[in-house]
């Protein structure tokens, strides 16, 4: 069962902006705090972005001033708008729970590529 649908990710050249979504259902998005991930190749996933049910917002220092997460409650979708991008950002990007729980899978992610 698909439990978590990522999309938007494209390449963009440094400086420009992506928008990700990800599609969720009712039960996931309304019980939980929700989260944007990334993983370089090589590298380990880490965490990028956090939003709670109340809408409380956390990011990494890397992304600190350049995302902005948010929820939209109407369609039960957690959004990512990535403006002002670096080429160290590119990584496959998911959405999860936060914190990650074992009912919740992890979907296939979208792919970020941003050329210098």
């Known amino acids: 069962q698909v439990q978590l649908v990522e999309s938007g990710g494209g390449l963009v050249q440094a400086g420009g902006s992506l928008r990700l979504s990800c599609a969720t259902s009712?039960?996931?998005?309304?019980?939980?705090?929700m989260g944007w991930y990334r993983q370089a190749p090589g590298k380990q996933r880490e965490f990028v972005a956090s939003?709670?049910?109340?809408?409380?917002?956390y990011y990494a220092d890397s992304v600190k001033g350049r995302f902005t997460i948010s929820r939209d409650n109407a369609k039960n979708t957690v959004l990512l708008q990535m403006n002002s991008l670096k080429p160290e950002d590119t990584a496959v990007y998911y959405c999860?729970?936060?914190?990650?729980?074992?009912?919740?899978?992890w979907g296939q992610g979208t792919q970020v590529t941003v050329s210098s």
């Open positions: 999860n729970t936060i914190p990650t729980l074992q009912i919740v899978h």
């Open positions: 009712r039960t996931i998005f309304s019980n939980n705090h």
């Open positions: 939003i709670t049910r109340g809408a409380t917002t």
